[in-house]
């Protein structure tokens, strides 16, 4: 252990911003995990991380890691040039890396005696009731045994129409799925800014956010890397996803070593509170999808329930578009076709 580690997990060992959370999913993107364009891990910084990790278990928290980093790694060593690849060498990749991944965290949780489980999920494992379900009680079993799900999304089957399109998302709907207190989104930015603050020397970090409202969605930009797909954008829309479903979400920076145990000592972070009255498990699921399978017709009165929250009955529902079967998220619209809310 470098001096420098011993120096942060000195300067946090008393802290505690963290010991009000009992089930903590932590996001880690492609560009923190791998070095650059090369493809070699940060061994260092990871195993920074996992002790953080094990460190909040002892403590009698669960945690799920979110892992980027799977195509960043398999890229390197199929010695894939840079740029953007093609969606058959992204799946190449992905094939790789994923064991090479997978062997990595086995290694170093199993270093503090604790076992590693890898979860693939796909779009449709999310947003199909049942697969969703399914998905959701082997989590729940991992966890039963004090096991660690390590969870990405499977890159090798995923193509274009049918992905998460990054780990912020997926994250998201993760934490929801398992009822997570707490989402962090480790980034190379510790928290949300007025403005970009590369490009806006005035801008000015948000350390609370109590509800994501228009005016917070126009200060994150659409921005990410060649190996991360998502940018702050994408944070933003994963926050909405899990507050609306009672879990809180904190953006902090991924790039210091130890950086669980930073915010945990009261680091610079923005802390996205969640929603007073969170949705049920099933809501949960349904606001989460990230695209409705068709539209709804509805009346007046039927947009005015479901701006409060309420359910339909089908008598105020008309004609549909798209072909909706049980227990699929739609759009709902008036009848001169505006688009009024998601049910």
């Known amino acids: 252990m470098t001096s420098e580690t011993t120096a942060v997990r000195e300067e946090v060992a008393t802290a ?3 010991a009000p959370y009992r089930r903590i999913v932590v996001k880690i993107g492609s ?5 650059g364009r090369s493809g070699v891990l940060r061994r260092a910084w990871l195993e920074a ?3 953080d990790v094990v460190r909040l278990i002892a403590g009698g928290a669960d945690v799920l890691i979110v892992s980027s980093g799977s195509i960043a790694l398999g890229r390197g060593v199929l010695g894939l040039p840079g740029g953007k690849l093609r969606l058959e060498e992204s799946q190449a990749a992905a094939s790789v890396g994923q064991i090479a991944l997978a ?3 086995s290694e170093m949780l199993g270093a503090h005696g604790l076992t590693a489980g890898q979860i693939l999920l796909t779009l449709r494992d999310t947003e199909e009731r049942r697969r969703y379900l399914n998905a959701r009680a082997t989590i729940g079993t991992l966890l039963e045994r004090k096991a660690v799900p390590v969870i990405n999304e499977n890159d090798t089957v995923a193509t274009t129409e049918i992905r998460y399109g990054d780990n912020d998302r997926l994250a998201a709907r993760v934490a929801t799925m398992t009822s997570a207190d707490l989402l962090i989104l ?3 930015i510790d928290g949300l800014y007025t403005a970009p603050p590369n490009d806006d020397p005035a801008a000015r970090h948000i350390p609370v956010v109590e509800r ?5 969605e126009a200060m994150a930009g659409a921005a990410g890397s060649e190996l991360s797909r998502g940018g702050m954008k994408t944070k933003i829309e994963a926050g909405k996803m899990a507050t609306g479903a009672g879990t809180a979400m904190i953006i902090a920076s991924g790039k210091v070593l130890h950086p669980l145990s930073v915010i945990d000592a009261g680091g610079t972070y923005t802390l996205f509170r969640a929603e007073a009255n969170p949705s049920t498990a099933r809501k949960a699921w349904i606001g989460g999808h990230l695209e409705p399978k068709g539209s709804v017709v509805v009346d007046a009165g039927a947009v005015r329930a479901l701006a409060s929250g309420k359910s339909l009955l089908p008598a ?4 549909s578009r798209g072909g909706l079967p049980a ?7 008036t009848r001169p076709g505006a688009s009024s809310a998601a049910a």
Request: aromatic letters at 4%; charged letters at 20%.
């Open 49 to 51: 991380l996992v002790a």
């Open 186 to 188: 480790l980034s190379d």
């Open 16 to 18: 505690g911003v963290l």
């Open 103 to 105: 062997r990595i965290y």
């Open 327 to 333: 227990a699929t998220r739609c759009r709902s619209a």
């Open 212 to 216: 994501i409202t228009p005016e917070i």
């Open 31 to 35: 560009a923190l995990l791998v070095e």
């Open 316 to 319: 105020a529902s008309g004609a």
